[in-house]
Each structure stands twice: as structure tokens, then as C-alpha cells.
């Protein structure tokens, strides 16, 4: 649906570092952050609490895991200030898997980050689940090793995150909620800004540059490929195997999923549903058999009985 | 190169579309002429001319293969001479022994001994030039994700490039595997050899018809 205008060839998002970075060798580089998220397209990313919870992701096909202490609904339910996870419980959880682990730091926390890379997490999710640390500036994420991926809601915040070295990017949608609605919304801004990029000349883009808070160069080859230069997820909302091939028919390279499966009546079996029904996201069929007997989903929560949304949290300023 | 990109216009590469890294491989396909296959079924297995398999999560790939069935068949094929590529978590899915992880549902046709994530996560993952004993010494560009190295190979197995005392690529008749990733670069020399491959086990198969 955002029209993938070229052909997706495999340097596509390495190259994003001539946008945004130095060339180098060895690790860390950008074309190892990047790529990693191009292995995890197709894929499955799910919350999980404990290492239990995590064997039963890698069982179910999960492409990776993300390890937390509290999974976004029961955050919710809380309403304390939300924090990185206990480093050994990372540990425990990375122990009991051989699939990439993530872990999520508070936005701006660059110290949390620093300890998430010092333990080896695979991947960091910069994320507005958690409270944010700074109400102004992102981390700097060319500073560090590990790679980071972050939540947008539309491209001017997208290019913004990659600027800063994001390597990989996701809608935020509205996490902790079982409703997809905000994913939607941020998918099809992110898609419909492209769209409406591919209609403009070069004096043009400067503007729009300027217009959405975007570096220009970024822009431009944003334009240029017809999608985002990283590879983007959906995340936020994401509860049943429908929800999935909704966002991957929207253009997204995958999928995270948080509470939508350990907040449901059988995780394993929803759990392997999402999966197939991202590999199969376009088969009515397929996606049909996936749907049946998977017994309750998460109980969903209309926006309007928010109380806070995290996309776009006005604590912080400069999204 | 000089290279004539219509040479491998009449093959088919059904190219595994479970998870990974898979559009990549399809657009070094495109570059080099052939023509990339999807495959989500078994079905689609039917008239293709040589498999790929991504790099991506090896888990994943190989839970897929054995829930959707194309294991047991893409198996045999491979095995009656259907010429495969595997790089990353294709080599893992193409090896006959997995240290430490046998229960992992794969194809195993091939007879290398691997380990998985042999690097450590991904902070450990590093790019660097390997030297390639095939092409005489020059220098292959190895993009490693949390990489699998390959430790013993049997004897039917040629080692193609190494990195240190490892294997990186390597071949066994119909069957070429590497550890790192050529589809995130723009050389096309391996998938060209694996193109080459694809060209005489198809002349094998039309000799024995």
C-alpha cells in the first residue's frame, strides 16, 4: 500500500549511513545495525516477562524477543514511572534463548543504554512505553555499538530518530491497549507523506524538509525509494493474527507484539498464529484457519477511556 | 564485469519467503537476470530450477518449514539435485549437525558441522574482508549478523573463502552455503557461482531425462 517504488535491493538501507553517518569497518557499523533489522523482516517480535515466557516465543517462531519486566497493560494498570528492567532478569531471559533480545531504555536515558549494550542485548527499544527521561533531547544513538529501534508516528518523526542513529523504525500505536487503531493512523501518515513526497521536485522537498523537522538528504532519499530508508515494523495494538496482516498489508516489514499475546487466553497457540499469519499475511485462507479456536484476546481498551496515551505524551516535547 | 545480464534468464529461483532476508536475494536475483520464485507452500515448489534460503531467524525459518510441510519434500529435492544457496540461517538450515541445537527442524543436507551465533549478539556482529580461496586469493566483503561459523566440513565439502581458521563458504555439488551475507552487498559473484551451479545440475537433470 506505500507502494514500495523500488525494488528493495540489499545495500537499500546500508546506504542510509552516507545520510546519516561516516563509513567505517569492523562492528557496530551501519550496515550490521541496519541489517540485522533486514533479518528480522517477515518476522514476529513478542513482549515477554520471564525466561518461561520467552522459550515459549522462540517455540511459536518469534524472530526475537523483547525482555521486560512489566508487559505495556500491566503498566498501564499501574500508572507508576516506568523504568529499564532489572539487567539480570535481561540476562536471564537472553540465557534461555538463542534468538535476539531487546530491551527497552526510557527515552533520552542514554545511562540505560549504556548498561543495556554493556549486558549485550541484541537491539534497544528507545521507547515511549516507558516514562521518558528527557523531556527534550533523544538519545544519541551513533554513539553506541548496539543498535536502537524507535516508535514514530508519522515521517517527519521517523527521519528524525534515524537522523539520531536510529537503525530501525516502528509505528508507535498505542501500547498496553489490544486496539490497532493508532498503529493504523501512524502507519498511514508515515505512508501517505511518502505518497505525496513522490509529487515533488527538489525545490519542493527543501520546504517539506523544513515543514516536518526532517534532515533534507533524508527526505530525499526517503522519496527516492518510495518507503522509509530502515526497515519499519507496526507496533501498538497489535492482538490478533488479523491485526498482523492488516499492518504487513500496510507496508510494514513486520510485526511487535506486546501484551496481545501473554495477556491472552492461550499465548502459544495465539503466539504461532501471529507468526503464520505474518508469513501468510496476504492468503485470506491461511488466514482464516489461523483465527479459529484461539480463545480470548487480550481485553481491548477504547482510546477515549484513555487516560494516558504514550504516542503522543505531552511530557515530551520534542518527538 | 562485462557480464551478459540476460545468461540466466531462463532460470527459476524459488526463493524462501518464510521470514528474513528474503526481497534482498530476490533483487540480487533480478540484477543478475534470473527469476526470483516465491515460496510460501509446497505447491510452489513445483517447476523451479534451484532453491535459495535466507539469512533471517533459523527458529523461525525452520519451525515454518516443518508447520507448512515443505520440509520433507524440499528435502528430497535438494537431495536429488535441485541446486540450494543458504546463507546466515540457510547455511544453519542446509547442515547436517548444529552444535548444541539438534532438535532445530532443517533441511541437514548438507555435511558441515555449524555453530550457531559462534560470534556472540549483536554487538559482536563486524564486517570485514575474507580471503577467497576460489577467486584466487581476492578479497570477498563478509557482512556477519550474529553469525554462524561453520567448524567441520566433510569430505565431499570444498571450502570456497575463509575467515581465519573458519569456513565461510562452501560447496557440496549442488549445494552452496555461506555464513555471512552477499545479498547486503552489491557483489554479485556468489550468487552468479550459485547461478553457475543452478546451470549444471539443471544440464545433469536434462542429461538423465
Known amino acids: ?319 | 564485469m562485462g557480464r551478459n545480464v540476460n545468461m540466466y534468464e531462463d532460470l527459476k529461483i524459488g526463493v524462501l519467503e518464510l521470514q528474513g532476508d528474503f526481497a534482498e536475494h530476490s533483487a540480487m536475483l533480478g540484477r543478475l537476470g534470473a527469476h526470483a520464485v516465491p515460496i510460501r507452500s509446497v505447491e510452489h515448489l513445483v517447476g523451479i530450477d534451484g532453491v535459495i534460503i535466507p539469512g533471517g531467524e533459523s527458529t523461525t525459518i525452520g519451525k515454518l518449514l516443518r508447520d507448512w510441510d515443505i520440509l520433507p519434500t524440499l528435502k528430497k529435492m535438494i537431495a536429488d539435485g535441485l541446486a540450494c544457496f543458504g546463507t546466515c540461517a540457510g547455511c544453519i538450515l542446509m547442515a547436517k549437525d548444529v552444535t548444541g541445537y539438534d532438535t532445530l527442524p532443517r533441511l541437514g543436507t548438507m555435511d558441515v558441522t555449524v555453530t550457531r551465533n559462534a560470534y556472540g549478539s549483536q554487538v559482536d556482529s563486524f564486517e570485514t574482508d575474507v580471503l577467497s580461496e576460489f577467486w584466487k586469493g581476492e578479497k570477498l566483503h563478509a557482512i556477519n549478523i550474529r553469525a554462524p561459523s561453520i567448524d567441520a566440513v566433510g569430505e565431499g565439502v570444498q571450502i570456497l573463502a575463509s575467515f581465519g581458521e573458519k569456513a565461510v563458504l562452501v560447496r557440496e555439488n549442488n549445494m552452496i552455503a555461506c555464513t555471512f551475507h552477499p545479498e547486503l552487498t552489491d557483489d554479485t559473484r556468489v550468487h552468479e557461482l550459485y547461478l553457475e551451479v543452478v546451470r549444471e545440475s539443471k544440464n545433469t537433470e536434462a542429461l538423465k531425462n
Not at chain 1, 5 to 14: H, I, N, Q, S
Not at chain 1, 39 to 62: F, H, N, S, Y
Not at chain 1, 171 to 185: F, L
Open chain 1, 1 to 319: 500500500m506505500n507502494g514500495h517504488a523500488k525494488v528493495l535491493d540489499g545495500t537499500t538501507f546500508a546506504k542510509t549511513e552516507s545520510a546519516v553517518n561516516g563509513g567505517e569497518t569492523g562492528t557496530g557499523t551501519w550496515a550490521v545495525k541496519v541489517g540485522l533489522a533486514q533479518m528480522l523482516k517477515g518476522g514476529v517480535i513478542m513482549d515477554v516477562v520471564t525466561p518461561e515466557q520467552a522459550k515459549i516465543a522462540e517455540e511459536a517462531g518469534a524472530c526475537a524477543v523483547m525482555a521486560l519486566e512489566r508487559i505495556p497493560a500491566d503498566i498501564r494498570k499501574n500508572g507508576e514511572v516506568a523504568r529499564m528492567s532489572d539487567p539480570e532478569m535481561i540476562e536471564g531471559i537472553k540465557a534461555a534463548v538463542s534468538i535476539p533480545v531487546m530491551a527497552k531504555a526510557r527515552i533520552g536515558h542514554f545511562v540505560e543504554a549504556q548498561i543495556l549494550e554493556a549486558i549485550g542485548v541484541d537491539y534497544i527499544d528507545e521507547s515511549e512505553v516507558l516514562t521518558p527521561a528527557d523531556e527534550v533531547h533523544h538519545i544519541n544513538k551513533h554513539n553506541y555499538s548496539v543498535p536502537f529501534v524507535c516508535g514514530c508516528r508519522n515521517l517527519g518523526e521517523a527521519l528524525r530518530r534515524i537522523n539520531e542513529g536510529a537503525a530501525f523504525i516502528r509505528t508507535k500505536g498505542e501500547a498496553g491497549t489490544g486496539n490497532i487503531v493508532e498503529a493504523v493512523r501512524h502507519a498511514r501518515s508515515v505512508n501517505g507523506e511518502i505518497r505525496k513526497l513522490k509529487g515533488m521536485d527538489e525545490d519542493e522537498l527543501y520546504n517539506y524538509a523544513k515543514t516536518i523537522g526532517a534532515p533534507f538528504a533524508l527526505v530525499k532519499q526517503t522519496r527516492d525509494l518510495g518507503r522509509l530508508p530502515v526497515v519499519q515494523f507496526a507496533a501498538g495494538g497489535v492482538a490478533t493474527p488479523a491485526d498482523a496482516a492488516l499492518m504487513m498489508q500496510l507496508g510494514m516489514d513486520g510485526v511487535f507484539v506486546g501484551s496481545g499475546i501473554f495477556k491472552s487466553e492461550n499465548p502459544k497457540k495465539r503466539a504461532e498464529a501471529i507468526v503464520k499469519s505474518v508469513t501468510h499475511y496476504k492468503d485470506g485462507k491461511v488466514l482464516a484457519e489461523v483465527s479459529k479456536n484461539l480463545g480470548s484476546a487480550m481485553v481491548g481498551i477504547e482510546m477515549d477511556s484513555l487516560v494516558q496515551k504514550w504516542a503522543g505524551d505531552a511530557r515530551h516535547q520534542a518527538a
